[in-house]
């Protein structure tokens, strides 16, 4: 090995410096979310429709899991319900889901981080319709 002297130092030095220019953004930001938590869930819906032809059971296990993860992340990375909601959106999209599904998907989240816990939202008020055809009118205190 031979000495090293003052020419490869510098170019030791200027090569950093010439790295760290174009891509110490990128590091900088990959060490700071290295620890963050990527969302995994089990099964993806990718479009609003899709969603809208699963039956209630289905709908509500995704929620949950969607739900699940917002206060995962809420906890983990210390960010707001918001920022989390945004993270949530973005996470979807990356994977391909809808915009439109996206959009609906936040305030359940919002909500779930709010109250650290799963509250079943409304789903689908167009599947919510009354089967029978009749009006449900009055309830009165002896029918039950």
Request: proline share 2%; charged share 25%.
């Amino acid at each position: 090995m031979g000495n090293l002297d003052i020419s490869k130092i510098v170019t030791i030095i200027l090569f950093f410096f010439i790295g760290m220019f174009f891509f110490g953004d990128k590091i900088f930001s990959w060490y700071q979310h290295k620890d963050d938590l990527q969302l995994g869930l089990s099964k993806l819906i990718y479009t609003k429709t899709d969603f809208n032809n699963l039956d209630t059971t289905e709908k509500t296990a995704f929620l949950r899991e969607t739900s699940s993860a917002c206060v995962s992340k809420h906890h983990v990375d210390k960010l707001s319900c918001m920022d989390t909601s945004y993270w949530l959106a973005d996470s979807l999209e990356r994977e391909g889901v809808d915009k439109d599904l996206v959009i609906d998907l936040m305030p359940s989240c919002i909500k779930a981080c709010e109250t650290e816990k799963y509250i079943a939202p409304v789903i689908d008020k167009s599947n919510n319709k009354n089967p029978s055809g009749k009006s449900e009118g009055t309830k009165w205190m002896w029918e039950d």
